[in-house]
């Protein structure tokens, strides 16, 4: 037999052995009461092979809602084994495209790939505006819509399931907050933010069991974050490293890429430091600070110290830069935070 033919035979075997387990496996059925943060995307559009476009998964009761869905975020679902056909819904934070490119797969999979076909659309809430990204999706994806129904029949891909619909509200403006989510126990709170010009941009608290996490979205420094972190227990902030970022820029610049070496320059102003999250977290209190959404890639991980600079000085509480699969707990009727991984690491990974 080649040795070829034998790798295909073992790779078959082993392929038949442990398909049943994975179509299994569900890795948040196992999770403690209390409040569960996922990062599903951790990164930005600047390509990085350890954070994708921009995910938040938060489980409360059972339930699943996705905060923002950047592109390949149903793969990257999948790679956690969180089945995307759990998921209830998708909370927007604001659309710019690292943010909504991943809603079009979700919505399929919402629909088609739960234990049970969704008979009702996929809700997406979001500020303003969320009526035209998701009237742009449902109407680019109308004709896959009526393919997969007539394919699989009302019983698999029931067609009032298909698509999602848009649940908007005005932001609220100044320090004002917004109770935009309220069911099952959780409750979920909007805040304005400044993405400028990206308007409008807001935040979110989640309350659940006695446990909090503050989710930032894409935010300059803003003094409302402090009101809106006030005692939370997890923060989940965008960070941009400003010095890290000049190096990519007179790199760009050295090779005469002028409009890569512009963007650099333009979006210094777009996100809040990791030394000004760290800020926030210490004057609002908060237990554990998680650092996202990170721009630039730190493609090797001793560049993480320099990142940090000194963050550890200004807020003594845990401080993680997040990558894909983290799963942040907060056990009901506590104050501890658990942090482990939905995607088993190499060592020194």
């Not at 304005?192 to 979110?204: E, F, L, M, N, S």
């Not at 760009?252 to 030394?275: E, F, K, L, N």
Request: hydrophobic residues 40%; contains cysteine.
């Amino acid at each position: 037999m080649a040795l070829e033919d034998l790798k295909g035979r073992v790779a078959l075997e082993l392929t038949k052995r442990s398909l049943p387990g994975r179509m299994r496996a569900d890795p948040l059925a196992d999770l403690g009461s209390g409040l569960h943060v996922a990062i599903v995307g951790a990164g930005s559009p600047m390509p990085d092979r350890r954070r994708g476009n921009p995910c938040v998964a938060v489980v409360a009761g059972g339930r699943v809602w996705l905060v923002d869905a950047g592109e390949g975020t149903v793969e990257t679902l999948s790679r956690l084994e969180i089945e995307p056909g759990r998921i209830d819904g998708v909370i927007m934070t604001h659309f710019h495209s690292d943010h909504i490119g991943g809603l079009g797969g979700v919505a399929l999979w919402h629909w088609v790939a739960g234990r049970t076909p969704a008979t009702a659309p996929m809700p997406v809430i979001g500020p303003a505006g969320v009526e035209q990204v998701v009237d742009g999706l449902n109407t680019a994806y109308a004709q896959d819509f009526q393919y997969r129904a007539a394919h699989h029949g009302e019983a698999i891909a029931p067609a009032s399931g298909a698509g999602m619909e848009a649940r908007p509200y005005a932001p609220p403006e100044g320090e004002d907050e917004l109770v935009v989510l309220d069911e099952g126990g959780l409750r979920v709170t909007a805040f304005r933010v400044d993405h400028a010009p990206v308007d409008p941009a807001v935040g979110y608290r989640f309350e659940y069991a006695g446990r909090s996490a503050v989710i930032s979205g894409d935010t300059s420094y803003v003094p409302v974050m402090e009101k809106a972190c006030a005692g939370a227990d997890l923060l989940v902030h965008d960070a941009l490293s400003r010095e890290l970022l000049k190096l990519v820029e007179q790199a760009a610049g050295a090779a005469g890429r002028d409009t890569r070496r512009q963007i650099m320059v333009d979006i210094v102003d777009y996100h809040a430091s990791p030394q000004e999250a760290a800020d926030i977290a210490r004057r609002a209190g908060v237990r554990g600070l998680v650092l996202s959404h990170i721009v630039p890639p730190l493609p090797l991980k001793a560049l993480e110290g320099p990142f940090l600079g000194d963050c550890h000085e200004r807020y003594d509480g845990p401080i993680w830069i997040a990558r894909d699969g983290d799963l942040f707990s907060l056990p009901a009727g506590g104050t501890q935070i658990v942090r482990s991984s939905l995607i088993p690491r190499r060592p020194g990974a």
